[in-house]
Every structure is written in C-alpha cells, then in structure tokens.
C-alpha cells in the first residue's frame, strides 16, 4: 500500500468513538502522541498554547463536573484525555521564548533576518489579539489545527479518540486552575481504544458528495 493510499484508508476509516473498553495506551505510544502535538504547525509559529494530560482515575474524576453528562463516560473509560489550552493575552515572555528556541534550533542562517521574522510574528500576533475575545478565537483556530493532527495522527497508530466539545469551560477552568493563571480550556480530546460493542464504530461513514464541497476558481 502507497503512503498515499494508507492516508486515504485512514480518513475513510478514522470514527468518532462514542464507547471506550478501558485499555491503556503504551506509555511509549502516548509520549510519541505528546510530540506529534508539541510538532503541530501553528499561525506564524506562534505555539500560544498548552496541553494538559489527564490520565489517573483520580484526575478523571476530579475533571467530571466540568463535562456535560454525555461526555462523562468518553472520559471515565478512555485511557487518556488532553485538554487544549490558551492563554488570554500572549505575553513578551512567550515571544521571546519562541524566538530564542527558535535561533537555538537553527532556523536562522543569518542574523540579518532575525530581527524582520520576529516583527512579522508580532505584526500578526497584534493584529488578531486587540481584545480578550478577538485573542481566543485566534488562538482557538489554532488549537484546532492542533486538535486534527492528533485526531488523524491517532488513527494512524491504531487508538481511537473524540473530540469533546459537550464541556463546561468556566467550571473546567475552575477545576484546572486557568483563570488564575490567564488560561482559558478551549477543546478536549478521549484517546485509547473503542470497545467492542460500540455501536458508531458498526455506521457507515457519512460525508457530503465532492461536487456538493469543492468548487474551482478560474
């Protein structure tokens, strides 16, 4: 099978798991799982977020009142949940620190470029951070690119997941500790295995047709 074709069979067979068995994911597979969403692109590289694991029993439960009922359940018997995090404001601090790992990397062969690359970061990063609302919905787009790379990269290991968006941020955030600390949760993601049984995973895929989604400009 072509990489091409082994991607395609993963989108066709990637599903929303709506009943997990209990099994854990390797602690090995899970860690790569952490570096493919540490690797995850982000708007000018501006990696304004942070990942938060919850993987005990005791710490599922202590998240439970931020979950709506339905949701509880997908993370009781899921083996590990992420929540997806943003701040209010991006700091000088965090600029600074993307920048100097980044010329610790070695991303700039001259000096001369550093200074016009860190501008234009910061050109974007104002534009779209204004206000309180204007800076979480721009980081919340990002989050999402975060969110379906592990979604698909999951899949391609062989664990299943869902999305969760049935949450009670402000009681989340509470539990958490975010506001406090300029955080806000803005997604949440169940990783580990479906159980046998469940009934999503026995559903046909539904997408909408490809002449009814893309379109050509000429």
Same mark, same amino acid.
């Given at each position: ?84 995090? /943003? @701040? &209010?404001?991006?700091?000088? #601090?965090?600029? !600074? ?5 980044? $010329?610790?990397?070695?991303?700039? +062969? ?21 206000? /309180? @609302? &204007?800076?979480?919905?721009? #980081?919340?787009? !990002? ?5 379906? $790379?592990?979604?698909?990269?999951? +899949? ?23 506001? &406090? ?19 999503? +995973? ?17």
């Amino acid at each position: 099978m072509t990489t091409e074709n082994k991607m395609l069979q993963i989108a066709r067979e990637r599903y929303t798991t709506k009943h997990y068995s209990g099994k854990q994911i390797p602690r090995e597979q899970f860690e790569e799982l952490l570096e493919i969403l540490r690797l995850a692109p982000s708007s000018v590289n501006a990696q304004s977020w942070k990942f938060i694991t919850v993987s005990t029993a005791e710490a599922k439960n202590k998240i439970m009142e931020g979950l709506l009922d339905f949701n509880r359940e997908r993370v009781s018997k899921a083996s590990d949940i992420i929540v997806f995090v /943003v @701040p &209010e404001k991006i700091s000088e #601090e965090h600029l !600074q620190k993307v920048l100097d790992k980044e $010329i610790a990397d070695g991303r700039y +062969a001259q000096e001369s470029v550093i200074e016009g690359l860190d501008a234009g970061r910061r050109h974007f990063v104002k534009l779209h951070s204004q206000t /309180v @609302p &204007e800076t979480l919905a721009w #980081e919340t787009a !990002q989050a999402y690119i975060a969110l379906g $790379i592990i979604l698909f990269a999951s +899949a391609g290991m062989g664990i299943d997941s869902t999305a969760l968006e049935g949450v009670d941020y402000d009681k989340l955030d509470e539990i958490l500790g975010l506001r &406090e600390r300029g955080l806000r949760s803005v997604v949440a993601v169940s990783l580990g295995y479906r159980d046998p049984n469940d009934s999503n +995973a026995k559903r046909p895929k539904s997408r909408l047709a490809k002449e009814d989604l893309f379109e050509e400009f000429k």
